[in-house]
């Protein structure tokens, strides 16, 4: 049900230290003008569903099914929400879940801890996020991170995300950093579209001033150039959180930014984490896309364990889950991390989380018919 795909030691005692612990899950919900790109994601067939694709998976995150939700999910251009995994497993576990909004383009329906934060403009800029709100951020990031797992004492927590558009400010993110992360990332396209993401990250780190990069960049000012609101927060909650408990950072090519992220604030800033508390979570299909190379990135940013959920839809009844298994989707929400957690908590096998996952989709059969 997992496999370890990087730093085999390390990633095996993660799994040891947590076998049989019930998770907190906690979502940071951001958004990027960059996801409004035509064709830079496949989460939301339109610009304009994209705006909604975090509203709508945060209102099914806490809900389930509903007859009248306020935001419906969007359509996707191929195959189902992530967040019907991730729905499922917290569901089945009880897991306790938090939202916290970290910038987005409109109002949550459903409650949620409110950073003050804002979208972020198009990385194309170079000025993404005002600098004094990324050093805010990061802030309630390390508030929020002590404070939640404090409530969940001796055990970890599980740090989703959902930013449309996020692969690519996850790379240009890697890209300010030092890490040669051109070819590596995922989508949610079946093809990663890397031209496209490289000719948007340049374009963003030139406007910025930080390319070529002849020096270590303060990771603060990279943030606020080109990343997300995001990654900034889960970075601070990471710091803080590890302190005293353990980390799983949900999710493939984002978390594994937010990884190199956290080394660098750590390094300039002199902040005391422990790194051997934190791994990353995905799902097969983003560790074993062939279109990118997610193993090949935690190799290049080093030490850091990636474990990936060994979930397949291959015999589901459900078409939109089957989508996955030809590179759909992938990943989002959580879903990866989530999957994990059923595993270890209770023993799951990845046809158990099928069957509950195939529960939800039949709840909502009209849309998601077979």
Not at 267 to 274: A, D, G
Request: aromatic fraction near 6%; include cysteine.
């Amino acid at each position: 049900m997992i496999r370890i795909y990087t730093q085999q030691r390390r990633g095996q005692q993660w799994l040891q230290n947590h076998q049989n612990c019930c998770p907190r899950f906690v979502c940071i919900l951001g958004f990027t003008e960059t996801g409004l790109i035509e064709g830079i994601s496949a989460a939301g067939a339109t610009p304009a569903d994209r705006q909604y694709t975090a509203i709508a998976d945060a209102e099914f995150l806490v809900n389930g099914v509903q007859p009248h939700p306020k935001y419906p999910l969007p359509p996707l251009q191929c195959g189902a929400s992530p967040v019907f995994i991730s729905r499922a497993a917290i569901e089945a576990l009880k897991i306790p879940v938090d939202l916290i909004n970290a910038g987005l383009p409109h109002p949550l329906p459903v409650p949620a801890i409110d950073l003050k934060g804002r979208p972020a403009r198009c990385v194309t800029t170079g000025q993404a996020l005002p600098l004094e709100t990324v050093k805010h951020l990061f802030e309630e990031g390390l508030a929020w991170g002590e404070a939640l797992i404090a409530r969940q004492p001796n055990t970890y927590l599980i740090l989703g995300e959902c930013v449309v558009g996020g692969t690519t400010t996850a790379l240009s993110v890697l890209t300010g950093l030092g890490v040669d992360a051109l070819g590596k990332v995922n989508s949610s396209h079946p093809h990663c579209n890397h031209s496209q993401k490289w000719s948007v990250v340049q374009e963003g780190l030139t406007e910025a001033g930080l390319l070529p990069i002849l020096e270590e960049v303060d990771p603060f000012v990279l943030i606020a150039a080109v990343g997300d609101p995001m990654q900034i927060v889960v970075a601070g909650m990471t710091i803080a959180a590890s302190r005293k408990g353990g980390v799983l950072l949900a999710g493939g090519t984002q978390m594994l930014a937010v990884y190199a992220l956290v080394r660098a604030i750590s390094r300039r800033y002199h902040l005391f984490w422990e790194p051997d508390r934190v791994a990353v979570g995905t799902t097969r299909w983003v560790a074993e896309d062939a279109t990118g190379d997610t193993v090949g990135l935690g190799n290049t940013i080093g030490e850091v364990p990636l474990l990936g959920t060994t979930l397949s839809f291959a015999t589901s009844r459900y078409s939109n889950l089957r989508a996955y298994e030809q590179g759909y989707v992938k990943e989002g929400v959580g879903a990866g991390g989530c999957a994990i957690a059923t595993h270890l908590h209770q023993g799951w096998t990845g046809m158990q989380l099928l069957v509950a996952i195939e529960t939800l989709v039949a709840q909502l059969s009209e849309p998601y018919s077979p």
